[in-house]
């Protein structure tokens, strides 16, 4: 099965940074990724599909890169809500995979 | 509006069983595939099972694939996941999924969960 790889599981940023999460797949699954949002004691949200398309109603400041194997989401300007679990799930097969999560935190 | 209404989450004995449920409703719940993805405490997300519009082929992960069984009756827009033989392990809040056909199937939309507790 292919595994996704998260880095860096936990990082903290202040509000207006720039923040770059990375997900890895251990084999390539073209651009066949998501990306979630789970604030803290919500629900999942989706992000980002198809490597980089961003779903209808996300912020514009959320964008995804990458296809193959690494793939990125980038927060262009972090706001004190989008502190969060974010992560990743390839679905070029089955089985649909997550990666272990990023915590973003304000410092 | 377009939502997930989960219920049937309950505190089970290790080897019991449970069926829980997902209500949906705002879209035509047919045309969609549906899925569980589970997240125990303080972990991440994990995909459970997927199954087609037309509740003809499901899909599972290894670590339930045999004691869970996905299902869906379209006449009341519900879907089902029956889980057998449970173990501490399965210990989770099971989040109801509408799932979108990339190759295979990424989320759109998610219900709030219900808690599946296993313990003795």
């Known amino acids: 099965d292919i595994q996704m790889t998260q880095s860096p599981s936990s990082l903290s940023a202040s509000v207006g940074d720039r923040v770059t999460i990375t997900c890895r797949a251990s084999q390539g699954i073209n651009n066949y990724l998501g990306w979630y949002q789970q604030q803290p004691g919500k629900v999942p949200k989706l992000l980002i599909y198809?490597?980089?398309t961003v779903q209808s109603g996300v912020p514009s400041r959320f964008s995804g890169s990458g296809s193959g194997t690494d793939f990125t989401l980038t927060i262009s300007s972090l706001q004190p809500e989008d502190v969060a679990t974010y992560y990743c799930?390839?679905?070029?097969?089955?089985?649909?995979?997550f990666g272990g999560g990023t915590k973003v935190e304000i410092k | 509006e377009v939502q997930l209404l989960e219920s049937g989450g309950d505190l089970v004995q290790p080897g019991g069983s449970l069926r829980i449920s997902c209500a949906a409703s705002?879209?035509?719940?047919?045309?969609?595939?549906m899925s569980w993805v589970r997240q125990a405490p303080g972990k991440g997300l994990e995909w459970v099972s997927t199954?087609?519009?037309?509740?003809?082929?499901?899909y599972y992960a290894d670590s339930v694939k045999g004691p869970f069984t996905i299902s869906r009756d379209n006449s009341k827009n519900t879907l089902y996941l029956q889980m057998n033989s449970l173990r501490v392990e399965d210990t989770a809040v099971y989040y109801c999924?509408?799932?979108?056909?990339?190759?295979?199937?990424?989320?759109?939309?998610w219900g709030r969960g219900t808690l599946v507790t296993v313990s003795s």
């Open positions: 799930q390839k679905y070029d097969s089955v089985p649909l995979t």
């Open positions: 999924a509408k799932a979108i056909r990339g190759y295979y199937w990424y989320f759109d939309l």
């Open positions: 198809a490597a980089s």
């Open positions: 199954i087609r519009g037309g509740g003809d082929v499901a």
């Open positions: 705002g879209f035509t719940f047919n045309n969609y595939a």
